[in-house]
């Protein structure tokens, strides 16, 4: 069996010339005699590929130089606490929820200080980004925190919040990479890598340097104090090598593509021949408000559950893989990212015609 269009909400498609690279690498990483995977991440060889995969990612976002840029562990979740862990000073700090990673975030906060839920959007299962310009922010909030990509309804800030001069920091795991970002406009950028970048195992964490420091929360640990990571350029302990590497592909893919630019161009294209579709269909709809929607994430429903059930297992027999909605919302999610071909999008715009048709 051939690749299949994966659709996956992530772990997620990767680009096959970066997959086919490492194939090649997998016995022999440029005459070392050995995978990347083998390798100390002492050795000259290794210190290569993760400086270079720093200086890829900096050059694509463009990253000011008082930004330090941190491989972590632990998955996106891991920070939901070392957010507040690191920066919560006043003991205090605003949430906007709108899905359930930014829920999760703000509940893990909450172990450590105070949380101020400033907006919502769950009166309307979170199908819209609330309105950020004029919010009730404390003076004394330490931040404000968003999720900028909801991967699981399919939302987008499209404009960020106006914070009243807070730190802004932004889970951008589903997001990352996917357009150019004035990385000035945040405090603290991070993203768990299996949605776009990379495998999953790698977080990466853009941290102005101002906010990198001693006097976290005294029982923070070592591991989860950013400044020891970033006193160590992120080799404190092993970091997920292989991840890495993998991530510094993609970061070379992107660049050939012509950067940020044109990988938002490209999305743009993607999302444009769903969303037309789920537009103008009779028996397909898009679930979120057309000024929030995601280039990424594309959630849909057919209003019926039983041919929903029919549509994810059909789509799969045809070698569209992963439609499934999540577990929590049902329906159907299509997520297009980076890597996701524009052929996949078409080729699956024209089975849902055709499967609306047999269904009519
Ligand atoms: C997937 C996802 C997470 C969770 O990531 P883990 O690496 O599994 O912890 C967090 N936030 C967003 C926006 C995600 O899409």
Redesign the pocket.
């Given at each position: 069996m051939g690749r299949v269009y994966n659709f996956s909400?992530?772990p997620a498609v990767l680009p096959e010339e970066v997959l086919k690279e490492a194939a090649d690498e997998m016995l022999d990483y440029k005459g070392t005699g050995m995978s990347v995977m083998e390798m100390s991440h002492r050795s000259k060889a290794y210190d290569d590929i993760i400086k270079e995969a720093e200086k890829d990612i900096r050059d694509l976002m463009n990253i000011p130089d008082n930004y330090k840029v941190l491989f972590l562990q632990?998955?996106?979740?891991?920070q939901?606490a070392a957010v507040p862990m690191n920066l919560m000073k006043n003991k205090k700090a605003a949430y906007i929820i709108t899905?359930q990673?930014a829920k999760?975030?703000a509940q893990e906060a909450e172990k450590y200080g105070e949380v101020v839920r400033v907006a919502s959007s769950a009166d309307k299962t979170f199908s819209y980004i609330p309105d950020c310009s004029d919010l009730d922010i404390p003076d004394d909030a330490d931040y404000v925190y968003i999720?900028?990509?909801?991967?699981?309804y399919g939302t987008k800030y499209w404009e960020l919040p106006n914070t009243k001069g807070k730190d802004l920091v932004a889970?951008?795991?589903?997001c990352f990479l996917s357009e150019p970002v004035d990385v000035s406009k945040y405090g603290v950028i991070y993203?768990?890598v299996?949605?776009n970048v990379g495998p999953?195992g790698v977080?990466i964490a853009i941290i102005r340097e101002d906010l990198i420091r001693d006097d976290v929360m005294p029982f923070t640990p070592t591991m989860l104090k950013w400044k020891t990571q970033a006193d160590a350029d992120s080799l404190y302990n092993t970091p997920p090598c292989y991840g890495i590497y993998i991530c510094g592909k993609v970061f070379k893919w992107i660049k050939k593509m012509g950067g940020l630019e044109a990988m938002k161009a490209h999305n743009e294209k993607k999302a444009k021949i769903l969303y037309d579709f789920l537009d103008s269909s009779k028996l397909f709809k898009g679930t979120v408000e057309k000024k929030d929607r995601s280039l990424m994430n594309v959630p849909f429903v057919t209003g019926n559950e039983e041919l929903d059930k029919k549509f994810v297992a059909e789509a799969k027999a045809a070698g569209f893989e992963n439609l499934k909605g999540h577990r929590t919302v049902g329906g159907m999610r299509a997520s297009i990212y980076n890597a996701m071909p524009i052929e996949g999008v078409e080729k699956l715009v024209a089975f849902m015609k055709k499967f609306e048709e047999e269904n009519a």
């Open positions: 909400a992530g632990g998955g996106a979740s891991q939901f899905g990673w999760k975030a999720c900028e990509n909801n991967t699981i889970d951008v795991s589903s993203g768990g299996q949605k999953a977080v």
